[in-house]
């Protein structure tokens, strides 16, 4: 483990999300190495760190006012042991070659777990799509593509959505693919339903990351029943993660966007929910205006990355982080245990930072990451690629079913890697071992590439 890290740090010393990522799946699967001396022998973490393909390229673009900006783009092509690369793309002006690789690298392993035939990839941008008129975002996301087209295919690689790319980003995209490759394929997913999407899609990755939390609820005895549950962020994983929350008799107290969060004590209703689907799907406004709709809510300005985020503070049963990377800190965590939080499931990719994760699995609480919790995206992306393939479609009933399906056998692999290891019930441990062994398998299958 420590050689490893270090052959990171002299390479890419600056890639901080990339090292924590890559040390959380170290930490997990440590004894499989030591009981398989021959995946060391292929140097195999040594390959998978290092990405099989990175494409950087310049994004120029005219804004309304007839000026022109650059912006940067990304794909980092991580892993095709086990399929097309598959991940999503992300528009933020945070996105750097370091969240790329971590967002890529968590993503190898996730589309593992999923039991579909997906290698793991992961794209984006530094542009903001915030506050840009669409004609803006359409001129970007045309650019973008010019470049992009050269790389990926419905074979080859299939990106996706995710924070700052949505249906309205994936039709410019696919749009200019369509144009320049003269092609009518299933090579993004997330497409709207008239033409190629999935149904469920949208929903999935929320839809999953609950049906993950009841699983491991029902390990227990226990249902969401009843449950307070505290969510972060307000986009498409937050959304539809309070949507199965509210269906399966929960109730959700709070939810975010990046300039601070609402607390509803009531609860989050199906009616007042899709008030924040319209507020942030269509006007594209801030949380702040659901607590200007909707009497007594609280409305709190915060900054994410503070000391501690008092979205965190609340007394609750359960926490769905669904917002961004490493939004919980040690402190955080310990309020949420202090309130009475004891299952953690996280709709976004590492939000918890190591520390956070420490005190989740030492107070023995359920905690499920991101790799496993929120792969029902993915998942359902995979579905969405195999009836585009077909040139069928399936119906909403059929698709849940799978997406169900799927999400209980992920929780099944997780629970049964880590108790064939000696850590029953750590569902961190056993992600990173299940999916860490079916990637290193097909890659000593195909031997030294
Ligand atoms: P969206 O862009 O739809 O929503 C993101 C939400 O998180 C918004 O409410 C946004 O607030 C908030 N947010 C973003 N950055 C920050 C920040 N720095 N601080 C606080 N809040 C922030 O993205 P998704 O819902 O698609 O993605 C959310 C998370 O889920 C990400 O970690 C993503 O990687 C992960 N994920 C997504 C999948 C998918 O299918 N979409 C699949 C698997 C994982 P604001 O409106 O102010 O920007």
């Known amino acids: 483990m420590d050689k490893i890290m270090a052959l990171i740090d002299s390479r890419d010393p600056d890639q901080d999300e990339f090292k924590q990522a890559v040390r959380e799946v170290l930490s997990s699967v440590q004894p499989v190495l030591e009981r398989n001396p021959h995946y060391r022998q292929a140097a195999i ?45 992300r528009f933020h002006p945070s996105v750097n070659l370091g969240i790329m690789k971590f967002l890529a690298f968590e993503q190898v392993f996730k589309n593992s777990l999923t039991t579909l035939a997906m290698g793991g990839g992961k794209g984006g941008s530094d542009f903001n799509p915030k506050g840009k008129s669409d004609n803006e975002v359409m001129r970007f996301c045309q650019s973008f593509m010019m470049e992009l087209q050269r790389h990926i295919g419905p074979d080859t690689d299939i990106p996706a959505g995710d924070i700052g790319v949505g249906a309205r980003e994936i039709g410019y995209l696919f749009g200019m693919y369509k144009r320049l490759r003269n092609e009518f394929t299933g090579v993004l997913t997330g497409k709207s339903l008239s033409w190629g999407g999935s149904l469920v899609r949208p929903e999935a990755t929320g839809y999953g990351n609950v049906y993950f939390a009841s699983e491991m609820l029902a390990t227990r005895g226990d249902s969401l029943a009843g449950k307070d549950c505290l969510i972060s962020g307000s986009g498409n994983v937050a959304q539809y993660t309070a949507e199965k929350i509210i269906q399966l008799g929960g109730r959700v107290l709070t939810m975010s966007d990046s300039s601070g969060y609402v607390f509803d004590e009531e609860g989050i209703s199906q009616e007042k929910l899709e008030s ?160 860490f062994v079916k990637t290193a398998d097909a890659m000593l299958d195909q031997g030294v590439v």
């Open 45 to 89: 973490l040594e390959r998978m760190i290092e990405p099989e393909r990175v494409i950087i390229f310049r994004v120029p673009w005219e804004d309304d006012t007839g000026q022109v900006r650059v912006n940067r783009g990304f794909r980092v092509e991580m892993n095709s042991a086990l399929g097309p690369y598959k991940g999503g793309l």
């Open 276 to 435: 924040v689907k319209e507020l942030k799907n269509t006007r594209r406004g801030r949380i702040r205006e659901y607590a200007e709709a909707w009497p007594g809510v609280v409305y709190t300005a915060v900054d994410t990355f503070k000391e501690y985020n008092p979205l965190w503070n609340h007394k609750a049963h359960c926490a769905m982080p669904c917002a961004t990377q490493n939004e919980i800190n040690a402190r955080d965590a310990a309020n949420l245990i202090a309130n009475g939080v004891f299952l953690i499931s996280e709709g976004a990719n590492m939000p918890a930072s190591p520390e956070a994760i420490d005190l989740f699995i030492d107070n023995k609480l359920l905690y499920a990451p991101g790799k496993a919790a929120n792969a029902g995206g993915v998942a359902v992306s995979g579905l969405e690629m195999a009836q585009n393939s077909m040139r069928l479609k399936w119906p909403r009933d059929e698709v849940e079913g799978r997406l169900r399906h799927i999400m209980r056998e992920i929780h099944r692999t997780c629970l049964e890697a880590a108790a064939a290891y000696g850590m029953a019930g750590n569902y961190m441990a056993g992600a990173n071992i299940a999916a």
